[in-house]
């Protein structure tokens, strides 16, 4: 028998109000179980991964979020990249790599992923990283393991010692480097820039450092996992880098010296394309030292007649063999190569341009040292440190280069004078050891700074004028680069970055558009700076009001700064401090 219709209307009104109030508990109850108990912390963390991991996905979202940063509406700061991200390099990714072609080498060369096919995210360090050289800031133990007997380096407790050994020089790099200056002239000024192949963890140009001799270390991502990373860490000159199928990113004739220790660089493969490409690199009249193997290796007796064959046809004077050892020096002046050899080794055409190297395929033919501009022959080109503040040969060939590089070098000596005394900038060791400037032109800062226990890595971008080679003739060092991709370094590489007219850095030369987001660059230069690391900016007050904006997104305290009262233009000064997580250990 049914109710009278004035009492079921009645029931549904209470069971709509019982239905409402439960809601209203429930949601009461929900927000304090995610304020109040890790569930909550859990359920955040997994809603930031998934907006990461959209940004990457949909180009629309993280064009979005692009979008609000840039104009200053993201209030928050951007969220860090998960917890196996600590040591991610996007150029030189294994898994994307691992993909590509194996032919020379090409998968594991730089192949940078588009902006759009990346998280915005920052790299955050390892779980219990502190400032000094401890095993938790780079938990890897496999180079301590397999190579500890040889000296590389050894875990020792919570952090890790390095010896100064090395495959082939277990007993130490000194004892090496000391046999090498029986034929080399390692002291007095004479050589300056060293490039180390396959480096280790840098041991050789680590204990080159004490004798004035600038070397920079370079070897690829590879099974010894993050050998570069240790160099770096514990302050030598290193990036990452592989001889494969393009040209390394410096210009022709920087080095004075050219050092492979069992770096396995099959120096006369691909018709000696490899030995090629040293020979481009080494200044006339530089040295090359190739130990280990196939240098009187057993059962490498072809390989080895090999290389000393290329080395005859390219007319290097043979210096030594001592043991597995070998050391040759280039000759100065143009190429004696004969019309026929078993290489079928070539020169260049004249047209063909000696130092061009970003992303710039090898060459199977050789460099005529004609067409290299400037007198820079070793012997030829001051002593250091005469050579720093000499205006190079390569400089005078430019158009009103004598003015530019000597204003330039006035420029930077007050500027930095400046950055010391009016704005506290320490620019020393143990403070800061590695240091960039992304924008260097004749490497005017580092010059300043050379007085100092720092080295500075110069970079120049790709497509603005290729003045490197400036810089090695003054004996500095540094790289070609585009800032619109990213850098080849481990994270937390560098304790201070410099950067002149960073956004020129990413226009189009020929208009005033972008040709990518200075979000990017930022979160690129969070990525290679060290926590506790400083960054400077110099630029107009438009374009620092901009990265002042963008800076609380990449958690940097920042504050602007009136420049030098003697310069003239519009510049101001940003000055910022990268914000590490809260349980930074400083050491």
Not at 181 to 204: E, H, K
Not at 205 to 226: M, N
Not at 431 to 448: E, H, K, P, S
Request: proline share 7%; charged share 20%; with cysteine.
């Amino acid at each position: 028998m049914g109710l009278p219709a004035s009492k079921r209307n009645n029931q549904r009104q209470w069971s709509l109000l019982d239905i409402v109030t439960a809601a209203f508990f429930g949601i009461v109850l929900l927000f304090f179980i995610l304020l109040f108990t890790p569930l909550g912390d859990s359920m955040a963390a997994s809603g930031r991964q998934t907006l990461l991991l959209s940004t990457a996905s949909d180009p629309r979202q993280r064009q979005r979020l692009v979008t609000l940063v840039e104009s200053g509406q993201h209030l928050q700061p951007i969220e860090y990249c998960p917890a196996d991200a600590v040591a991610h390099m996007p150029c030189e990714d294994p898994r994307r790599n691992s993909q590509l072609s194996r032919e020379m080498n090409f998968y594991r060369e730089r192949h940078c992923p588009l902006p759009e096919e990346t998280p915005l995210c920052l790299i955050p360090p390892p779980s219990g990283y502190k400032i000094s050289i401890w095993h938790a800031n780079m938990p890897y133990n496999k180079i301590a393991d397999r190579k500890g007997h040889q000296g590389w380096m050894k875990r020792e407790g919570d952090y890790f010692t390095f010896p100064g050994g090395g495959t082939m020089f277990p007993g130490g790099a000194g004892q090496y480097i000391e046999k090498l200056s029986q034929y080399i002239p390692l002291n007095g000024g004479v050589l300056r820039t060293a490039l180390d192949m396959g480096c280790g963890v840098a041991s050789f140009g680590g204990t080159l450092l004490s004798q004035g001799i600038l070397a920079l270390s370079f070897a690829p991502r590879d099974s010894h996992k993050s050998q570069i990373q240790f160099a770096l860490e514990r302050g030598v000159p290193a990036f990452v880098a592989m001889l494969g199928t393009r040209r390394l990113p410096f210009p022709a004739s920087s080095f004075d010296l050219m050092h492979c220790s069992r770096c396995l660089i099959p120096f006369t493969a691909y018709n000696a394309t490899y030995f090629i490409e040293v020979d481009r690199l080494l200044r006339p009249g530089g040295y090359l030292v190739i130990s280990g193997p196939p240098v009187q290796w057993p059962k490498q007796d072809k390989e080895w007649a090999d290389l000393q064959a290329v080395a005859r046809a390219l007319c290097y004077e043979l210096i030594a063999v001592d043991g597995n050892t070998v050391i040759w020096k280039k000759p100065v002046g143009d190429s004696c190569l004969p019309s026929q050899n078993e290489f079928g080794l070539e020169l260049c055409d004249e047209s063909e341009p000696p130092s061009d190297a970003w992303y710039y395929k090898l060459k199977k033919c050789v460099t005529r040292p004609s067409s290299v501009k400037g007198d820079n022959a070793l012997g030829t080109i001051p002593k250091w440190p005469e050579r720093l503040t000499k205006v190079p040969s390569r400089a005078i060939a430019m158009k009103n280069g004598l003015d530019v590089f000597e204003a330039d070098a006035r420029r930077w000596a007050r500027r930095v004078a400046y950055y010391r005394d009016s704005l506290d900038l320490e620019l020393k060791s143990p403070a800061v050891r590695n240091v960039m400037d992304m924008n260097a032109f004749f490497g005017g800062f580092a010059a300043a700074l050379a007085s100092e226990s720092v080295w500075v890595m110069n970079v120049i971008p790709a497509r603005k004028p290729l003045t490197l080679d400036v810089i090695y003739d003054r004996g500095l060092i540094g790289v070609y680069h585009d800032w619109c991709e990213p850098f080849s370094t481990y994270p937390r590489t560098y304790d201070f970055i410099h950067v002149s007219g960073i956004e020129s850095l990413i226009k189009r030369p020929d208009s005033s558009k972008s040709r990518c987001s200075l979000v990017d660059l930022m979160v690129e230069m969070d990525r290679i700076l060290r926590p506790e690391g400083k960054v400077l900016i110099r630029d107009t007050p438009e374009v620092l009001d901009k990265v002042a904006r963008m800076a609380h997104a990449v958690r940097w305290s920042s504050t602007i700064h009136d420049k030098e009262p003697e310069s003239h233009g519009r510049e101001k000064i940003l000055l910022s401090e990268l914000n590490g997580p809260s349980e930074l250990t400083i050491c």
